[in-house]
């Protein structure tokens, strides 16, 4: 029994200090990385040496000891130092050794700069990165609410950049666009931050335009598809959207080639508000017959059938599908692959979710241009994880003109349209 007591005891003293082998055996291997390196460069330049044949580049000592935040946790390093005496011939003053493993300003292993700004993003307030990192790498050393203040200000400076992005080169043939709105903390309005993603003729889909709107209002869309327009973007085939009209009255201006389609999730909603809770379940159902028909033959049908069975008591609901039924069917003229992603805004939609969280968090950014920065950044990390649409290898042909039937390629148009002749 002693010795089982005795084995429990020497087992929870390794989980107590397994931190510390971890971060010891760190320490052990970046001191001797920077020891390895020295060395390496020192040797390069043995041959270098002054009029009274001393060497050039030798050793100095240790730098003092610093904590540096790392994976494994906070880590004392005594970085070895250099003497170089060499004379730089672009500049004429004297040559520096600077580490590449662990340059003098480094306080942060890249990879926890990189954790940082996610943190922030996903949620973490700025207040809260010193007491909760520091529980987990064992230091607060450059985990400071300032490190944030200053990402932010880089987030702002390469958005401005990103604005003037060459599109040109990209052919969007379908889009998406609707607005996010959230609070500022130092001012009194909201912000409307107007979004456009697009997909690739390879079906890739990419973040097309952000900006700052004003309540989703004509001119505020109209001037975020004139600057796309000028920076070189064709007009799409198809765009999905919900009913705001300050976007579609935009649209019909800046790319009037362009084509409607409306979203699902959104006008299944409006519908919805407008029938009795009673009446909703049946309704729902009447309205997903229509949405995930099987052709567009078989969704008229059913836009029909959801008429006759409400209009009499319900004519607002009836009017908010057949006043909009080109536009809800629209996505069934292109491939069948293509449907799942034209009928709603959802890329959209679920990145705007993890804006929203960060916004609860911090209850809203502290000016609209950190909240665009923000908005930007977020999107730009939720792009990693964007898949490719289905069917890829058709987009290409959507943006050539090609015709499909039930959302089946038609190889030779013309014949086909002989056998309905005849």
Not at 148 to 155: F, G, N, Y
Not at 167 to 187: E, I, K, Q, T
Not at 286 to 292: S, W
Request: aromatic share 8%; proline share 4%.
């Amino acid at each position: 029994m002693l010795k089982v007591v005795a084995e429990e005891a020497v087992r929870e003293d390794l989980a107590a200090s397994l931190d510390e082998i971890v971060r010891e055996g760190a320490r052990r291997m970046l001191a001797a990385a920077l020891e390895d390196e020295v060395a390496v460069y020192i040797a390069a330049h043995a041959g270098e040496r002054d009029e009274n044949g001393r060497r050039l580049v030798v050793r100095n000592g240790h730098a003092r000891p610093r904590q540096v935040t790392t994976a494994a946790g906070a880590v004392e390093v005594t970085a070895p130092r250099v003497n170089d005496k060499r004379t730089s011939p672009a500049t004429g003053g004297r040559m520096r050794f600077t580490s590449a493993i662990l340059p003098p300003w480094c306080r942060k292993s890249p990879k926890v700069t990189e954790v940082l700004p996610l943190l922030y993003l996903h949620g973490l307030s700025s207040r809260d990165f010193v007491p909760a990192l520091e529980q987990f790498f064992g230091s607060g050393a450059g985990l400071s609410a300032s490190a944030i203040t200053r990402l932010t200000e880089a987030w702002q400076e390469e958005y401005r950049h990103w604005c003037e992005k060459d599109l040109s080169g990209a052919d969007y043939v379908y889009v998406w666009a609707d607005g996010l709105h959230f609070g500022v903390r130092l001012d009194q309005d909201r912000v409307c931050t107007l979004v456009v993603i697009g997909v690739r003729a390879d079906g890739k889909k990419e973040l097309v335009a952000l900006a700052d709107g004003h309540r989703e209002s004509t001119e505020s869309w109209a001037g975020l598809l004139r600057d796309a327009r000028r920076r070189g973007m064709r007009a799409p085939v198809l765009a999905v959207g919900d009913g705001a009209l300050g976007f579609w009255a935009a649209l019909a201006e800046v790319f009037p080639e362009t084509g409607h389609g409306r979203c699902w999730v959104h006008k299944l909603v409006n519908v919805l508000d407008c029938l009795p809770k009673s009446a909703q379940p049946a309704a729902r159902k009447a309205l997903a017959q229509i949405r995930d028909a099987e052709d567009r033959e078989h969704a008229e049908k059913a836009v029909r059938d959801f008429a006759a069975a409400y209009k009499a008591k319900y004519p607002k609901a009836v009017a908010k599908i057949t006043d909009d039924q080109e536009q809800l069917l629209a996505f069934f003229d292109f491939p069948a692959e293509h449907w799942v992603h034209l009928k709603t805004s959802n890329p959209i939609e679920s990145t705007f979710a993890t804006v929203r969280l960060r916004t609860k968090v911090t209850k809203g950014p502290g000016s609209r241009a950190a909240g665009l920065a923000m908005v930007f950044k977020l999107i730009e990390a939720a792009s990693e994880r964007w898949r490719y649409v289905n069917g890829p290898h058709l987009v290409a042909l959507v943006r050539a003109g090609a015709t499909f039937e039930k959302g089946v390629l038609v190889e030779r148009p013309d014949e086909a349209e002989m056998k309905v002749a005849a």
